[in-house]
């Protein structure tokens, strides 16, 4: 029996660089193929240089960074969450009211 396949091709403009994705679809798993180009050496000297730190090959290398930024994302600490509450109000319009009074909760 076979496959159901279907392949395509994107091609994105990004300021320099253009990205070449090659994908093909079947019933169990999707794969792309990316291509870049116009890179600066500088670049892929450095992430040559971090795969080589790593243990791995630059393709390999590139695979890890592309997953760590787009699927993982870092994400802010409760101070930096708490520091982008906007400084609105005055103090006293959140003074809590002691009421030394027991309430009737069952009135």
Same mark, same amino acid.
């Given at each position: 029996?076979?496959?159901?396949?279907?392949?395509?091709? /994107?091609?994105?403009? *990004?300021?320099?660089?253009?990205?070449?994705? =090659?994908?093909?679809? &079947?019933?169990?798993?999707?794969? %792309?193929?990316?291509? /870049?180009?116009?890179? *600066?050496?500088?670049?892929?000297?450095?992430? =040559?240089?971090?795969? &080589?730190?790593?243990?791995?090959? %630059?393709?390999?290398?590139?695979?890890?960074?592309?997953?760590?930024?787009?699927?993982?994302?870092?994400?802010?600490?409760?101070?930096?969450?708490?520091?982008?509450?906007?400084?609105?109000?005055?103090?006293?319009?959140?003074?809590?009211?002691?009421?030394?009074?027991?309430?009737?909760?069952?009135?």
């Amino acid at each position: 029996m076979d496959t159901l396949r279907q392949e395509y091709n /994107v091609i994105l403009f *990004d300021s320099n660089a253009i990205i070449r994705a =090659k994908s093909f679809l &079947s019933c169990d798993r999707t794969m %792309a193929n990316l291509i /870049v180009r116009n890179i *600066d050496d500088a670049i892929v000297k450095a992430l =040559k240089q971090r795969a &080589s730190r790593h243990g791995v090959s %630059a393709e390999a290398e590139h695979r890890k960074i592309l997953e760590q930024v787009l699927l993982h994302p870092p994400q802010k600490s409760f101070a930096e969450v708490l520091c982008l509450i906007p400084n609105v109000g005055n103090d006293s319009d959140f003074e809590r009211i002691q009421d030394d009074t027991p309430a009737d909760v069952f009135a």
